[in-house]
Nanobody, 123 residues
Framework: QVQLVESGGGLVQAGGSLRLSCAAS????????MGWFRQAPGKEREFVAA???????YAAASVKGRFTISRDNGKNTVYLQMNSLKPEDTAVYYC?????????????????WGQGTQVTVSS
């Protein structure tokens, strides 16, 4: 089992930027895809972005061009760079570890989850 700890959330004005980090420990980080999901109040958890072990990335249409996922395998860490933030990006953001090396875009493709970090974008 892998343990995931997110950091980097906070309050930012619309148009601003934040970078989320997710540090993994426990099960080896190598060979597995990683992803980010988010959940706004009253809404279901939704896919944001994912990166496979090969480095291939996927992003939701709502964040494409604004958010970038990356990973540093030497540091067992995955990042989510969020630019041009909008109030509708406000949510708790969760890091997730994939079940395989291939990035998935649904929650069922991920087996371990972090505790989440709050991102609030003010208008």
């Amino acid at each position: 089992q892998v343990q995931l700890v997110e950091s980097g959330g906070g309050l930012v004005q619309a148009g601003g930027s934040l970078r989320l980090s997710c540090a993994a420990s426990g099960r080896t980080f190598s060979g597995y895809a990683m992803g980010w999901f988010r959940q706004a109040p009253g809404k279901e958890r939704e896919f944001v972005a994912a990166i496979g072990w090969s480095g291939i990335t996927y992003a939701a249409a709502s964040v494409k061009g604004r958010f970038t996922i990356s990973r540093d395998n030497g540091k067992n860490t995955v990042y989510l760079q969020m630019n041009s933030l909008k109030p509708e990006d406000t949510a708790v953001y969760y890091c997730a570890a994939g079940r395989t090396s291939v990035a998935a875009t649904t929650a069922s493709g991920f087996g371990s989850w972090g505790q989440g970090t709050q991102v609030t974008v003010s208008s």
